[in-house]
Structure formats: structure tokens, C-alpha cells
């Protein structure tokens, strides 16, 4: 059963333009989420996050807002550049002694020059 | 500064043939360490994860073991790998102090099992 869904395997959008990047969570147990970026043969690195207490959260190019009853988050990068092509994972930490993170399955944007 | 070291980064093992992987976090104390897997076209699985020496939790059953022998080093073993064993494997790491939430991931081992 996966709690983390992200139901959009690949997205193309033109360099200047926004993406926009979904998640759907099914734990309402989850506090705090997490955006990742991803290439090829690298680890994930750590984007931008938010907690459950807020509804949107921005850090220059890249914002992401939570909407707690439609359990859903989404990124938002504007204006896309092409070094922003990346597998783009979005995690929901659980209340777990470890602070496990649940991963979704990841979405592949690339920015077209 | 923290820096996740992850060995080897590329691994072709026989079917049958034991593995190890080691991953050591500098710069951190008493850290919460993590191993996760990306099969091919998938995301993230977490494997186990460790919030101390010697405690290591398991998320899945599988052919897979966890150590964590001292601090910063947290190791990942088979006796002997089967073929759906082929995957990236990503070691991480997380503050436990504060409210710090995020994992910082190590470069990864490519393992294919033939």
C-alpha cells in the first residue's frame, strides 16, 4: 500500500515556464514533508520541506504548498531552467521514533530548452 | 562540516555471492542512519534505519541485514544475493537534536546481480 503517491512517472515543460510537480498522501499522520532532487547515479539532495502546521512554504525559485484535507502537496518551480531536469521526490515524515521518511515514487521533469 | 561516505560505488556480485556495503558519516554525532533502496523505474524503499549503535530496525523482510557497529558506520549485508538484490542503494543520515527533519543522502552503490 503506498502512503506516498506520486501518480506522474515524467513531466515536460519549456525552459521560463512553471512546473509544477504533485503528491498525494494517504497517512494523515504525517507531519512534515519534503521535496528531493535527484540525478542519475547521485544521491537525492534536500530541497524544500513544510509541516503540517502550514499551507505553503517558499524559497526563491521553488515553493510548496500542502493542502491537509485534499492530502496533497505540490511543487512549484518558476522559472524552470534546464539544470532543474531531475527525478523529483516527494517524502512525508511519519511520528516514528526514527522520523522514517516515506518516499513516493519519484517524477522525471525535464526542462526544455 | 557532514559528509556521508558511501563504498563501493559500483558492484557486479554472482548470484549466491555475499555482500557489504559501508557507509561512515564525518562531522555528526550519534546520528539517525538510514538504508534505502531505488530498484530500476521505482522510488525510494527504506530498508532499515538505526537511531544508535547496535539498534537496527527492519522496514521489510528480505535477504538483507543491517549493522551499525560504531557511531557513524552503518553497514549493509547479505549471505548470499539473489538476483531481485540489483538496485541503488543509498545510505543516509539525520540530525536526532532539534527538530531538524531532513536526511542527507550519500552518493549511492550501483549493485547488479548476475
Known amino acids: 500500500d503506498q502512503q506516498v503517491k506520486q501518480n506522474s512517472p515524467s513531466l515536460s515543460v519549456q525552459e521560463g515556464r512553471i512546473s509544477i510537480l504533485n503528491c498525494d498522501y494517504t497517512n494523515s499522520m504525517f507531519d512534515y514533508f519534503l521535496w528531493y532532487k535527484k540525478y542519475p547515479a547521485e544521491g537525492p539532495t534536500f530541497l524544500i520541506s513544510?509541516?503540517?502546521?502550514?499551507d505553503k512554504n517558499e524559497d526563491g525559485r521553488f515553493t510548496v504548498f500542502l493542502n491537509k484535507s485534499a492530502k496533497h502537496l505540490s511543487l512549484h518551480i518558476v522559472p524552470s531552467q534546464p539544470g532543474d531536469s531531475a527525478v523529483y521526490f516527494c517524502a512525508a515524515r511519519s511520528t516514528g521514533s526514527a522520523r522514517q521518511l516515506t518516499f513516493g515514487s519519484g517524477t522525471q521533469l525535464t526542462v526544455l530548452p | 562540516s557532514q559528509t556521508i561516505h558511501q563504498w563501493p560505488a559500483t558492484l557486479v556480485q554472482p548470484v549466491g555471492s555475499p555482500l557489504s556495503l559501508e557507509c561512515t558519516v564525518e562531522?555528526?554525532?550519534?546520528?539517525?542512519l538510514y538504508w534505502y533502496r531505488q530498484a530500476a523505474g521505482r522510488g525510494l524503499q527504506l530498508l532499515f534505519y538505526?537511531?544508535?549503535?547496535?539498534?537496527i530496525s527492519s522496514e521489510v523482510p528480505q535477504n538483507l541485514s543491517a549493522s551499525r557497529p560504531q557511531d557513524r558506520q552503518f553497514i549493509l549485508s547479505s549471505k548470499k544475493l539473489l538476483l531481485s538484490d540489483s538496485g541503488f542503494y543509498l545510505c543516509?543520515?539525520?540530525?536526532?537534536?532539534?527538530?531538524?527533519?531532513?536526511?542527507?543522502f550519500g552518493p549511492g552503490t550501483r549493485l547488479t546481480v548476475l
Open positions: 513544510i509541516s503540517s502546521i502550514k
Open positions: 543516509a543520515w539525520k540530525i536526532t537534536s532539534g527538530t531538524y527533519n531532513e536526511q542527507f
Open positions: 562531522g555528526t554525532s550519534n546520528p539517525n
Open positions: 538505526s537511531v544508535g549503535i547496535g539498534q
